[in-house]
């Protein structure tokens, strides 16, 4: 198992409402990542967070949004959410080797929005 | 904007045949190819990867193979036992990790 923790583990929430998940990275790692995971499909990027900024983002709304610490946690909030919000979401957090990063996940937040 | 595609969506082998799983990506800035495997209601688990300096990795039952010039990879099985089956993923990112863009995944089935 990897350093990578998440909570809450299961959340369900109500269309319109806010929600904030939490990550903890694993030790030594300055990158994280957040990507959601729809019901039998591939984790979708959703943004990346180095040194507490934002430094990548994939075709998410302004609503999705997020914060990293500087002890390298980090918050992925959604506003106003909606029923295709209903996902798994992880967290990846990153080191560097021999030029690229290795992505280590999170055991994840499964979201329903009813 | 960046793609990954990967087939086949589901495969079914004999224990003890190899399995092989082929990724497309089309962003030529990817330099870094991870694959995943991800158990039923667990998180997904980096097997192997494979930079863009490198053909070839193998690791045991496991190998990659990368063609920079076509923007193919692929994932290789040999001797597969039935704890292999799950899903796999192919992802491919840009320089330092950014941006990981995910294939929609294979479900391997290994029959005993």
């Known amino acids: 198992e990897t350093g990578v923790t998440q909570s809450p583990t299961h959340l369900i929430k109500t269309r319109g409402q806010q929600v904030t998940l939490r990550c903890s990275s694993q030790?030594?790692?300055?990158?994280v990542s957040w990507y959601q995971q729809a019901l039998g499909q591939g984790p979708q990027f959703i943004f990346q967070y180095y040194r507490e900024e934002e430094n990548g983002r994939g075709n998410f709304p302004p609503r999705f949004s997020g914060l990293q610490f500087p002890n390298y946690s980090s918050e992925l909030n959604v506003n106003a959410l909606e029923l295709d919000d209903s996902a798994l979401y992880l967290c990846?957090?990153?080191?560097?080797?021999?030029?690229?990063?290795?992505?280590?996940f999170g055991p994840g937040t499964r979201l329903t929005v009813t | 904007g960046e793609n990954v595609e990967q087939h086949p969506s589901t495969l079914s082998v004999q224990e003890g045949d190899s399995a092989v799983i082929k990724c497309t990506y089309s962003d030529s800035a990817s330099n870094y190819f991870p694959w995943y495997k991800q158990e039923l209601g667990k998180r997904p688990q980096l097997i192997i990867d494979i930079r863009s300096n490198v053909g070839e990795k193998k690791d045991q039952r496991i190998a990659v193979t990368l063609n920079k010039t076509a923007k193919h990879f692929s994932l290789h099985i040999t001797e597969t036992q039935p704890e292999d089956s799950a899903v796999y993923f192919c992802a491919a990112s840009g320089d330092g990790g950014f941006k990981t863009i995910f294939g929609a995944g294979t479900r391997l089935f290994v029959k005993a």
């Open positions: 030790s030594g790692h300055n990158t």
């Open positions: 990846a957090s990153s080191r560097f080797r021999d030029g690229s990063y290795e992505q280590y």
